[in-house]
């Protein structure tokens, strides 16, 4: 696919980011596009692989390997170079409902099996994917289609992330009604509350929602199942329930504090408040976590952590850390970390560039646990204690972290924000409907099968198979709608 020597001839090029130090005053998208000619160039670099493995998603070594919603990313990315961009959003929105989201939110784990990243930058997928349904959007390509017959059936999709999405579109396309529901006062999930506004800008999460409510999707907001809505009630009313609520439990820190400080928070409530306020007030309402000329401390080094990072810098925070328990990684694969593997190697993220432009120094610190917050007369958290560790695996590869004498520190801090990840989806709901539930606490599903122990109830997303990706949240409202359809009609023609 794509030019037969474009490999050779032309550079990995991705889409540009603005400059740090300007972006950092405002929460507008951190990168622009590239120019279509560059677009074409970068589908160019696809090799015309033998087997490609960036389209075929699995899990190799704990980490996804390829993408999970089987995306035909050499045939898209050969159309583009060709310039034939309608027909590259045609192949695009065959597998995944939502490429506007995965060009922007997705890690890209296609990038790390493509077959040209062995040995050179490997193709640039994610800026070809977002370039062409961009396009489309542009060029008036992407339009309502609403179905042109009904079935009769009801069926209510409980929560309005990816997942979620990605199921009430699949059933609305062969022509049940479908009702999403979602407590939050705008539909999206942790695509609207969860990502930060100059990540993905709510305005593309409305255009697809607005979108799907032109297809006659009904969204129900500020409305809570089992609170707002009778469990009960709701099996009455529809005639089949799919759960993609999510794993929004947060995984505590276990650390002496001595009582609960004010100013220790996690991740989600950080960004969530933030986002809600940017959104309807601007941040004039002041309902939102304030880092303004605090000391702040972010632990967790993954995706959300970066998120908090680049938030706290906008509000103008006078000093920031990230804290990761593990220690640097390398620059490179290391040799128990082969291709197509997703490569665990050092990146500079855009809130670790945005730090690095208002502070002068990457802002990370490796190696490092928590031991203790320290609070001050008033409540309120003004230290955090930490030690050096060693990551370490048992006979039974559980991980010991093991603490290193000598290396204990204290650092100021007004404002702790902890992003360490999820435990699980929350309980209550799941309790109401009677769903059994597996040894993590996520709602027993089969995969591809997504059907719990009561009958009519399906789960898909993070709520089944706990934290994890956009596109295998995606993939799962797909799967379940696929099943949920195959249950109300006794067939399905959904993939």
């Not at 290193?404 to 902890?418: F, M, R, Y």
Request: charged share 25%; with cysteine; hydrophobic share 35%.
């Amino acid at each position: 696919m794509g030019k037969i020597t474009g490999f050779i001839e032309f550079l990995r090029e991705t889409r540009h980011e603005r400059d740090p130090k300007n972006r950092i005053n405002d929460w507008e998208d951190y990168t622009l596009p590239i120019s279509e000619e560059k677009v074409k160039e970068q589908g160019a670099r696809c090799m015309d692989c033998g087997i490609p493995t960036c389209h075929m998603g699995t899990n190799l070594n704990g980490l996804t390997s390829g993408c999970p919603v089987y995306h035909l990313i050499p045939e898209w990315n050969d159309l583009v170079y060709q310039g034939q961009w309608k027909e590259a959003l045609e192949r695009e929105l065959k597998m995944n409902n939502f490429p506007e989201f995965t060009g922007i939110a997705c890690p890209a784990p296609c990038e790390g099996s493509c077959v040209l990243g062995i040995n050179e930058p490997p193709v640039a997928i994610r800026t070809v994917e977002r370039a062409i349904i961009e396009k489309g959007f542009a060029e008036g390509w992407v339009t309502p289609e609403p179905p042109k017959t009904r079935t009769g059936k009801k069926v209510a999709v409980v929560g309005s992330g990816p997942a979620g999405l990605a199921c009430a579109d699949q059933l609305n396309k062969v022509g049940h009604n479908v009702t999403v529901f979602e407590r939050d006062d705008r539909p999206g999930g942790l695509l609207t509350y969860g990502i930060p506004e100059m990540k993905l800008p709510y305005r593309i999460v409305e255009r697809r929602i607005n979108l799907l409510i032109e297809e006659q999707i009904t969204f129900v907001t500020n409305m809570e199942i089992g609170k707002d809505y009778p469990v009960n009630k709701l099996r009455e009313d529809f005639d089949a329930v799919v759960l993609c609520c999510g794993a929004l439990k947060p995984r505590s820190l276990p650390v002496e504090t001595g009582g609960d400080f004010k100013g220790v928070h996690f991740a989600m409530e950080f960004l969530h408040a933030n986002t809600k306020s940017l959104l309807d007030s601007n941040h004039k309402d002041g309902n939102y976590i304030s880092a303004s000329g605090k000391d702040v401390i972010v632990i967790g080094g993954g995706d959300t952590g970066t998120d908090c990072i680049a938030t706290s810098i906008r509000h103008q925070c006078r000093s920031l850390v990230q804290f990761d328990i593990y220690g640097k990684r390398p620059e490179t694969r290391a040799e128990d970390n082969p291709w197509p593997q997703w490569p665990v190697i050092h990146r500079i993220e855009y809130g670790q560039k945005e730090a690095a432009a208002f502070f002068g120094k990457d802002p990370r610190a490796y190696a490092i646990m928590t031991t203790k917050f320290v609070g001050d007369e008033n409540g309120h958290v003004k230290e955090v204690h930490t030690i050096n560790v060693e990551t370490q695996f048992d006979q039974n590869g559980h991980k010991i972290r093991k603490q290193i004498p000598g290396t204990e520190k204290v650092w100021p801090a007004q404002l702790v924000l902890i992003a360490i990840g999820f435990t699980g989806p929350e309980q209550i709901l799941l309790q109401q409907f009677g769903v059994e539930t597996d040894e993590y606490s996520n709602a027993k599903a089969e995969y591809g099968k997504f059907g719990t122990n009561i009958e009519g109830v399906f789960a898909a997303g993070d709520i089944r198979r706990g934290q994890s990706l956009i596109v295998w949240a995606i993939n799962e409202g797909r799967g379940a709608a696929r099943e949920c359809d195959r249950y109300l009609m006794g067939t399905t023609e959904l993939p």
